[in-house]
């Protein structure tokens, strides 16, 4: 039975996504669906398309041609206001390299979203304190991201993504900058929290390793995935 067919209602969904960048055709014709609560890791070559089908999926970037859908919603088809709405209320992201505000600390890093949410300084504090003790960097608040380990900032990055409650966190290679035991650390972190808390990670990795934290695996090619091979 394939991945579209056994009955599950995806919470994400991309459907024979086209996106060209100028004359190169990144993506062409990229199926792929997330369930709620589900992780599932992308993976693929350099150059697969990995990285648009993300900005794609998190409305970042609109396909030239195929769907997305949100909850049933056409994420491809709202207006930008809405979509960076649904971007701030639903999704989380994380990157390679965690992108943190490098002027504010730890901790602000954190409750910065809570803040552009409307929560009050103390409570997004306090929020943001929660937070950052789950993913093991307690005693970490008053660094500033130039002040920590690669692993420690990308820990932090994660507890920004999740400090909001989102329904999605898409991370592009978030242990692609590390060492493996930073990077077991992160993703162990990572997929911990996520089931706890039942948010869905489409997680972007060329890393088997990294990839093993998922539930599920789909492999990119030339901007499509690769149908699942039979046996496995
Ligand atoms: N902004 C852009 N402008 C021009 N070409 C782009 C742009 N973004 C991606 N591409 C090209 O589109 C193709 C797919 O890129 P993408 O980053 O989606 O792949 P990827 O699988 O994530 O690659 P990597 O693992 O190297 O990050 C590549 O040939 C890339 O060079």
Known sequence: MSNQEDGAVPLLAARDLVKAHGRTEALRGATVELRPGEILAVTGASGSGKSTLLHCLAGIVRPDSGAVTYGGERLDRLPER????????????????????????????????????????????????????????????ELRPGEMSGGQAQRVALARALVTGPKV???????????????????????????????????????????????REVRLADGAVLPLEVGV
Request: hydrophobic share 45%; charged share 20%; net charge negative.
């Open 82 to 141: 809405r979509l960076s709405e649904l971007r701030r209320t639903e999704f989380g992201v994380v990157f390679q390299f965690g992108q943190l505000i490098p002027e504010l600390t730890a901790l602000d890093n954190v409750a910065l979203p809570l803040l552009l949410g409307g929560a009050r300084r103390q409570e997004a504090q306090a929020s943001a304190g929660e937070w950052l003790e789950r993913f093991g960097v307690r005693g970490q608040e």
């Open 169 to 215: 966190v898409f991370a592009d290679e978030p242990t692609g900058a590390l060492d493996s035991l930073a990077s077991e650390q992160v993703m162990s972190a990572l997929t911990h929290t996520a089931r706890e808390s039942g948010t869905a990670v489409l997680l972007i990795t060329h890393d088997a390793q990294v990839a093993a934290y998922a539930d």
